[in-house]
């Protein structure tokens, strides 16, 4: 059995017997059946699946990129790995650091990353740089300062992180068989969409692509930055995507949309998710099934087999979920509860 998605697919990377593979045993993430998805959005079953990216080493999918970003910088004998992050990508940025001995050090916009996501990075060691400031302010001082130290910039400009993340489209394509008629993923810096059209396209097997944004964060949908970007996913709080012609690229190439879905509707597939298939995701993520639904609605859900990547796991944003009262009753030890 092969370890991790660089040995697995070792002939499809810019790889070499020289380079050193650091690897956490990310990739071959579960494709998941989601029958009541499907029912929701009036799709007959087997035609919705889901892709759990949560499931990767560090829970999101930011580690695809992260194994071949950073097997490439100790190659290239970097000291070091810098990034600017809304917190999955120094998470995970932090564990392969460690993994590989080098210095990390991650840029994080104030106030602005989930709990999980800030322990990870907290535990893994990573030296930690809180900027007053939003992420895309944060990536501009995390690229001055790559520079000048000469350590590695693990963000998604990195063009490996993108070559490790493509690795995804193949899983896809292994597991249904062939590759789905719609693709459905949440934007932000929009590399993902972009990595995941590069590995269709190497395959020659193309979806759709249907791109969503949150509404307040939805610059490739006005078709112009956002200056304030605000949206309870974190994670796609993005007002200046890095990867803006890439994403354009993958709608435009495929006959696909990329649009905004709300914050309401990102809380509601959310729940959805957790209440109905057992899938617990992280907010960022429920935007792809919120897209579907939203399509639904308006009765345009595309025929055929969907895909729907849910990019990181529910665990990583803990506080969202104080919006969730639970019914709660109470018993003493020894007295007696009726359910
Ligand atoms: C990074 C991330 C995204 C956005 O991916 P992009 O490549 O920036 O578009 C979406 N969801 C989660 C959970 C993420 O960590």
């Given amino acids: ?89 120094s998470a995970s940025a932090a564990a392969y650091a460690a993994r590989a001995g080098l210095r990390c050090v991650v840029f994080l916009p104030k106030g602005k990353v989930a709990a999980g996501k800030l322990a990870q990075a907290v535990m893994h060691g990573a030296e930690i740089v809180e900027v007053s400031g939003n992420f895309d302010q944060a990536l501009a ?14 963000n998604s400009s990195n063009p490996f992180r993108l070559e490790g993340q493509k690795t995804a489209a193949f899983e896809i394509v292994e597991q249904l068989g062939r590759a789905p008629d719609n693709h459905f993923i949440p934007v932000g810096n929009a ?92 907010p960022a993520s429920a935007a792809s099934v919120a897209g579907l639904f939203k399509l639904a609605r308006a009765r345009r859900a595309p025929e055929g087999l969907s895909v729907c990547v849910l990019t990181g796991h529910g665990l990583k944003d803990p506080g969202i979920t104080a919006r969730f009262k639970p019914r709660v009753r109470r018993v003493s030890a020894g007295g007696r509860i009726r359910l």
């Fill in 141 to 154: 001082l995390a690229t001055e300062a790559a520079k000048a130290k000469g350590f590695a910039l693990v």
């Fill in 191 to 282: 590399g993902n969409i972009t990595a995941y059209w590069k590995g269709y396209r190497e395959l020659g097997q193309t979806p759709r692509m249907f791109g969503w944004q949150a509404a307040g964060a939805a610059p490739l949908v006005l078709g112009r930055p956002v200056a304030n970007p605000r949206t309870l996913a974190t994670a796609i709080r993005i007002g200046n995507p890095v990867s803006w012609k890439g994403a354009v690229a993958a709608r435009d190439e495929s006959g696909g949309a990329i649009d905004k879905v709300s914050d309401a509707d990102i809380l509601a597939a959310y729940r959805f998710l957790a209440r109905e298939e057992g899938v617990f995701c992280e």
């Fill in 1 to 89: 059995m092969k370890t991790g998605l660089i040995e697995t697919w070792r002939a499809r990377l810019p790889v070499t017997a020289q380079t050193p593979v650091i690897t956490l045993g990310e990739g071959g993430t579960p494709l998941l059946r989601a029958d009541r998805a499907a029912k929701a959005a009036g799709l007959p079953p087997g035609s919705v699946y889901l892709k759990l990216e949560g499931m990767n080493p560090t829970g999101s999918f930011k580690d695809r990129g992260m194994t071949l970003a950073v097997s490439k910088a100790v190659e290239a004998g970097a000291t070091g790995v810098l990034c600017a992050s809304t917190g999955n990508t």
